[in-house]
């Protein structure tokens, strides 16, 4: 009897009691499992994802790890992680039947996209990879504050041909940041088979040149050894060892999601033998042969969690759907985060100051006023500072911790910056040229921008990216680009794009104490122009978005334009005051918000309007102005709304051809003659 005792008092160090508890979570994901496709076929939900295979690894890694205090980044399969990380039963119902008072996102995303505040889950979406970089710069962010959090990310094997996740081991492993990487490999991506998938056909494999990663392989189908090994990783990135890789095999016992059928890829020998591997049942072995429980009380157990499950069902079905009155909300910050800036409460009055040194100081400023802003990008730091220089000197007075250098990967750049962000970090980023942000669009449309709105509030990404844009430098097709059509059409980010120093400095210090993501946009050929330099403002002057500058007043036309494009207007203006023509110039400022007001106000004083821009005329962002006018002015309008911009082609190299691809003050002129005379 003694023996007996002793052989089942403790399994791997967990006792009775602490066994029963992650049986129960295991048993518990996998009931939710089979209510939710139940209520699916009820036609109560539309989509779901299971977890069914996973449980082991899954609780093992929750466990480890301390909810409401270490972050974690899960993935839609993780059901078994977010019930074992904190999420109740009723909250992964009202997530999965988009109830408003589901935690994750108030409706807004798909069932078993898991988000919670208290646990510090965050909020998740539905591109593969995405998070992992977002785990890095939380972590970088716990490592920058001095706290000894670790992040937990998940995927499944699929998702490791994502270039971000090579992306997030390369940073992850160089800053030996404290992040998990837990790989949960059931060889299915989808339908493609991991002989399809990868080379080596294992992670654990193909990542053994990354220094300071530390990788396991483990049964991800037994707790015990799983848990062993999560417990290890974490342990060692507290004490700041590094980065842990852990590839756990498991078995997808359903389908990848209840609109696929994996009888049309997988053979009946395969899918029995995945069920011989049914973590649930091996742990139920593994419990009754060391004597903590019988079949019976097993049995007794599992009622008991199935009766639990049903009721979290009932009561979540009963809870009150999103009200139409919410669909634009949290989609911005709401003006109570913001209620304690003042705009324009100073005049630009000090010695003149070029585009660039404006960015510049602008950015040394909120440095000293805030100790959380961090700056980085590829070769912002001293001594270049910047390709343009922009960022000389902050590195060297405010130190590398908070000024630094990132790899030359922009979705690195967004993606960390993201997780920096929503852990109340100030991140402020700069892409070296607009022309190369296209490998951070997935960040920043599908993250970035909706994070506020996904997650109902709950979390946010308030982050600037600086982006140096335009041509007219002779920088040809990849250095010249003009980026704000395409950004202007993902709702949640703003768009700021000064023509001048004054109004640059005073939007940038105005993105960075706002509370919503920023695009920034810097014309690169205006840097350092004299006709764009300005009294610089003080230290305290910010401008609010979506106020226009009418930088001429006029009578008889109006120029509606932004950027580069502001002066070439203004000459324009002055050349036709000598032929009778009074011109009103408006600097938008902004892109996102639009102030439409000063637009329709202006069109109907003069009745005719030139939008003009520099981007391609053809889906460039003067065509939603037009439309505008055209919609809201129609009638005040004594010509058609004229549009004047670049060419439908990429920017060339010779000089002589971009001197026909990008508006010149003649052409502007020309445009704007012709309708003064329509």
């Known amino acids: 009897m003694a023996t007996k005792s002793k052989t089942i008092s403790t399994i791997g160090n967990l006792n009775r009691e602490t066994l029963l508890r992650l049986y129960r979570n295991m048993v518990l994901s996998r009931f939710m499992d089979d209510k939710m496709l139940i209520m699916l076929k009820q036609g109560k939900s539309f989509f779901h994802i299971g977890a069914a295979g996973h449980e082991a690894i899954q609780t093992a890694a929750a466990y480890a790890l301390q909810p409401g205090y270490d972050y974690a980044y899960p993935y839609y399969r993780d059901l078994a992680f977010a019930l074992q990380f904190g999420t109740t039963l009723k909250e992964v119902f009202l997530n999965f039947l988009a109830k408003d008072s589901d935690p ?111 990788r396991y392989r483990v049964d991800g189908t037994d707790f015990i050894k799983s848990y062993d090994v999560v417990r290890q990783a974490v342990e060692d990135a507290r004490a700041g060892k590094g980065p842990a890789l852990i590839e756990a095999d498991t078995v997808r016992l359903l389908p990848h999601s209840s609109s696929d059928s994996q009888i049309k890829y997988r053979g009946k020998e395969d899918l029995e033998k995945d069920k011989e591997q049914d973590p649930i049942r ?8 060391a004597g903590m429980f019988d079949s019976g009380e097993l049995e007794s157990l599992r009622k008991i969690y199935k009766t639990e499950v049903d009721q979290a069902a009932e009561e979540a079905e009963k809870a009150a759907d999103p009200s139409p009155e919410s669909l634009y909300v949290n989609l911005y910050a709401g003006a109570d985060l913001t209620s304690d800036i003042e705009y324009e409460k100073t005049i630009p009055a000090g010695e003149k100051v070029v585009l660039v040194d404006a960015i510049n100081h602008a950015l040394k ?68 040229f607009g022309d190369y942000i296209w490998t951070a669009m997935m960040q920043i449309r599908n993250e970035l921008s909706v994070m506020r709105w996904r997650s109902a509030g709950h979390w946010a990404a308030p982050v600037v990216v600086r982006v140096p844009v335009g041509g007219y430098i002779h920088g040809g097709l990849c250095h010249s680009q003009n980026i704000e059509a395409f950004f202007a059409h993902i709702p949640g980010l703003k768009i700021a794009y000064p023509s001048n120093a004054a109004d640059a400095k005073g939007l940038l210090k105005s993105a960075i104490r706002g509370a919503d993501p920023v695009l920034f946009l810097e014309h690169k050929g205006l840097y350092r122009q004299s006709y764009a330099s300005a009294p610089e403002p003080d230290a305290e002057y910010l401008l ?89 002015a129609f009638e005040f309008l004594d010509a058609p709304v004229r549009r004047l911009a670049g060419s439908d082609t990429p920017v060339p190299f010779s000089p002589v051809l971009e001197e026909l691809a990008l508006p010149q003050t003649n052409d502007i002129y020309t445009a704007a003659g012709e309708l003064a005379r329509y």
């Open 544 to 632: 609010p978005f979506g106020k226009a500058n009418t930088v001429r007043s006029g009578e008889d036309l109006t120029i509606v334009t932004w950027g580069a494009l502001v002066q070439k207007a203004l000459e324009t203006a002055r050349l036709l005051e000598k032929e009778g023509v009074s011109v009103e110039v408006i600097d938008i400022r902004t892109i996102q918000p639009l102030d439409t007001e000063t637009i329709i106000h202006s069109v109907k004083k003069t009745g005719k309007v030139l939008v003009a821009h520099e981007d391609t005329r053809y889906q460039g962002f003067g065509a939603e102005i037009a439309a505008h006018i055209g919609e809201f």
């Open 365 to 432: 400023e909120e440095m000293s006023r805030n100790e959380k802003m961090y700056i980085f990008g590829q070769d912002v730091a001293d001594g270049k500072g910047g390709v343009f220089t922009a960022t000389t000197g902050i590195s060297t007075r405010f130190g590398n911790e908070r000024c630094f250098n990132a790899p030359l990967a922009e979705s690195s750049i967004v993606g960390v910056a993201i997780g920096m962000a929503v852990r109340g970090l100030h991140p402020v980023i700069e892409i070296q």
């Open 104 to 214: 994750s996102s108030g409706g807004r995303q798909m069932p078993n996209h898991y988000g919670h505040f208290k646990q510090r889950i965050v909020s998740q979406s539905s591109p593969t990879g995405t998070q992992y970089l977002q785990a890095v710069g939380t972590a970088l962010g716990a490592v920058k504050e001095g706290k000894d959090e670790v992040v937990y990310v998940s995927s499944g094997e699929g998702t490791t041909s994502q270039g971000d996740f090579h992306e997030a081991l390369n940073w992850a492993s160089r800053d030996k940041l404290p992040v998990i990487f837990v790989i949960q490999n059931n060889k299915y991506a989808i339908s493609v088979h991991i002989s399809q998938q990868m080379s080596g056909q294992s992670v654990f494999k193909f990542t053994g040149g990354y220094d300071g990663l530390n």
């Open 282 to 289: 091996k742990l139920e072995i593994l419990l009754t042969e």
